[in-house]
């Protein structure tokens, strides 16, 4: 079974310009989550999606970043614009509440974005 | 909030050596906990997840014990090798929220 997919695996951009991020969870999982990591630090939750509903956002800074799960799959996570704090690495995870693995999250390889 | 604390923040041990990683949280009102591993510019990969209702979990050569009442996980690794070198980090799920909270980790290296 496939796992979490992510892309791109790099990107570097000026800053003040438009990134964006794509993740396909686990096949039926319901659950979704974006990650912030920096260097040295554990992952910090964005946002969380049950289905296509954005359950968990107060740590997305709204002003720039902005998120879509619209056929409850799939998500994309965008910056616009980026800024040089935004240089991190960004985490896609995926769980679902049933079956032998109920609860676990399972991570894709992330997306290391570097903000000249 | 939930604190996730990870002591010691680096470890190195000669290979063959069984160890104990920890991870400690101040709300003992947790769902499940997991430990993960990290490779150098890799994603995390999950090695146990316990539930609440657990004390122990096992795979392999790694023992994962939780203690809600005390706020501590351990992950115990026997007999280390120099493959198992790597950032391990614990996550606990507060109540069920699916809102997990992680530790910095503890950056294992272990030496042939």
């Known amino acids: ?116 | 909030k939930q604190e996730v604390t990870q002591i010691p923040a680096a470890l190195s041990v000669p290979e063959g050596e069984n160890l104990v990683l920890n991870c400690s949280f101040t709300d003992s009102a947790i769902y499940n906990l997991q430990w993960f591993r990290q490779d150098p510019g890799k994603g995390l990969t999950s090695l146990l997840l316990i539930q609440s209702s657990q004390r122990e979990q096992t795979s392999g050569r790694l023992n994962a014990s939780l203690d809600k009442s005390s706020g501590r996980s351990t992950l115990y690794i026997a007999a280390s090798q120099p493959g198992d070198s790597a950032t391990y980090l614990c996550a606990v799920n507060l109540d069920n929220f699916n809102k997990f909270y992680f530790g910095s980790g503890t950056k294992l290296n272990v030496k042939p």
Do not use: M
């Open chain 1, 1 to 116: 079974e496939a796992g979490v997919v992510q892309s791109p695996r790099y990107k570097i951009i000026e800053k003040k310009q438009p990134v964006a991020f794509w993740c396909n969870p686990i096949s039926g999982h319901n659950t979704l989550y974006w990650y912030l990591q920096n260097l040295g630090q554990g992952p910090e939750l964005l946002i969380r999606y049950e289905n296509e509903e954005a359950v968990d956002d107060s740590q997305l800074p709204k002003d720039r970043f902005s998120a879509e799960r619209l056929k409850g799959v799939d998500s994309t996570l965008k910056i616009q614009p980026a800024e040089l704090g935004d240089s991190a690495v960004y985490l896609c995870a995926s769980s679902s509440p049933w079956g032998e693995h109920r609860g676990e999250q399972f991570f894709g390889p992330g997306t290391r974005l570097t903000v000249l």
